[in-house]
Structure formats: structure tokens, C-alpha cells
Nanobody, 115 residues
Framework: QVQVVESGGGLVQAGGSLRLSCAASGTFLSFDVMGWYRQAPGKQRELVAAITSVGSTMYADSVKGRFTISRDNARNAVLLQMNSLKPEDTAVYYC?????????WGQGTQVTVSS
């Protein structure tokens, strides 16, 4: 059984920063890829950033230069540092860990950016 838990969401003013954390537990070695997704009301879930086990990263164009993803392989944890937040970043943020073709999702954490 693999469990993924996010933390660190909250309310912040535009231009502010938040850091999201994701920790995984269970009987497995490590995730091949860990990523952050978000879903705003009325919109589809979208990939925000992802990082592989060797540290390769990718970002959605909308967050490049503002968000930074990092991971701690020993702890099966991933962080998302979000700077210069905008109201359009408001969404529920989900962490996902992938092992082969299987994906494991967290329950989500709310991020609200006020203008």
C-alpha cells in the first residue's frame, strides 16, 4: 500500500510565496517520477511540474521562472516552491507519484491567491 500526503497549502496575497510538501509512505523503493498537478474550479487537472528520480525537471509554461520542484529520494518526498504567486494560480494542488504505469495520488491541498 502506497500513500501520498500533501501539505503546505493556504491563502496568500498576489506576489507572495508558498511551499508545498509531499511525502509518500508504504512498501516500495522509490517513485520513478513525482509531480505536482492542479485543478481550478471548472477546469481540468493540469500538470504543473514534475521531477524524475535522477533530477530531470519539467514545468508548465505558466509557472516557469516562478515555481521550483525538488525531491528527496531518501524520503520519497517532493517540494514545490511557489514564488510570485498570481490569482490564476488558485487551485487544489495534487501530488502524484509514478511507479511504472501506476500512479498514486494525494488528497490535494488548497492554494488560494488573493488579488
Amino acid at each position: 500500500q502506497v500513500q501520498v500526503v500533501e501539505s503546505g497549502g493556504g491563502l496568500v496575497q498576489a506576489g507572495g510565496s508558498l511551499r508545498l510538501s509531499c511525502a509518500a509512505s508504504g512498501t516500495f523503493l522509490s517513485f520513478d517520477v513525482m509531480g505536482w498537478y492542479r485543478q481550478a474550479p471548472g477546469k481540468q487537472r493540469e500538470l504543473v511540474a514534475a521531477i524524475t528520480s535522477v533530477g530531470s525537471t519539467m514545468y508548465a509554461d505558466s509557472v516557469k521562472g516562478r515555481f521550483t520542484i525538488s525531491r528527496d529520494n531518501a524520503r520519497n518526498a517532493v517540494l514545490l516552491q511557489m514564488n510570485s504567486l498570481k490569482p490564476e494560480d488558485t487551485a487544489v494542488y495534487y501530488c502524484k507519484g509514478e511507479i511504472g504505469v501506476r500512479g498514486y495520488w494525494g488528497q490535494g491541498t488548497q492554494v488560494t491567491v488573493s488579488s
